[in-house]
């Protein structure tokens, strides 16, 4: 079972060893206020522990030197976050995790030993103008290649036309890796739902049906262009 710590449990910290633990981790959950620790305890395969963590005695008697990783997650308090991340590199944490609020604090925190920043208020505007600019994009994720891979719903344009026929590939230098569909069916109570099955293996014959949903590679400036023609 992979082990890890979480600094600091307010609403980004909190979420991130609930999903941890959700994952089937264990997770070391410390923040200086008693009340976010006991909000922890009702959480199987969280550990909650109330010190001041930036305090090397007792971050070094938490058992902290036993996970892989740790995440730093009280980003609002940069000083703290910053001599914590450098504690956690003196006692050989396998991988640091950091939240930055700036450029010059994920900056420092790289400095001084973080493997990893985060500036969770950044990603969620980037994610939200990506669904303003266009309302049919769902994902969007870059690749170390420069790349961006993106899932996208099939609009009036593509509905109807199979992948050959909608020649993504020459018109706008796409690869189409994957499609899913939503699949009416009626419950053992009489419900109406909806099945979700994907296709990783699409072919040029494939027709996109109304409902579904293109998992999309490719630069993003011909990505802007197929997103315009999606409007």
């Known amino acids: 079972m992979r082990r890890f710590a979480v600094f600091g449990l307010g ?17 070391l959950a410390v923040d ?9 305890k009702r959480y199987a395969g969280i550990h909650p522990m109330c010190f001041d963590a930036t305090d090397e005695q007792a971050l070094k008697a938490s058992g902290v030197d036993e996970v892989d990783t740790a995440i730093v997650a009280m980003g609002t308090n940069r000083e703290a976050s910053i001599l914590l991340t450098a504690l956690l590199r003196k006692l050989s944490i396998p991988r640091i995790v950091g939240r930055a609020v700036d450029d010059l604090h994920k900056q420092i925190l790289q400095l001084v030993g973080a493997s990893l920043v985060f500036n969770p ?4 505007a980037k994610r939200a103008a990506q669904q303003i600019f266009s309302a049919q994009l769902h994902e969007r994720m870059s690749l170390p290649t420069g790349h961006h891979l993106i899932e996208v719903d099939a609009v009036e344009p593509l509905v109807g036309r199979s992948l050959k026929e909608l020649d993504l590939r020459h018109r ?31 072919r040029a014959e494939d027709v ?20 315009e023609l999606c409007r």
Do not use: Q, Y
Not at 11 to 27: M, P, Q, W
Not at 121 to 124: F, I, N
């Open 11 to 27: 609403r980004f910290g909190g979420h991130v060893a609930i999903s941890l633990a959700e994952l089937g981790a264990e997770v």
């Open 32 to 40: 200086s206020e008693a009340d976010k620790c006991d909000a922890m």
């Open 121 to 124: 208020e950044v990603e969620m």
């Open 172 to 202: 706008f230098e796409l690869n189409v890796i994957a499609l899913r569909s939503r699949a009416p069916f009626v419950d053992d109570l009489g419900e109406s739902r909806f099945r979700v099955a994907t296709n990783l293996n699409p």
């Open 208 to 227: 996109v049906e109304k409902g579904d949903t293109l998992v999309v590679i490719g630069t993003p400036s011909r990505i802007r262009e197929f997103l």
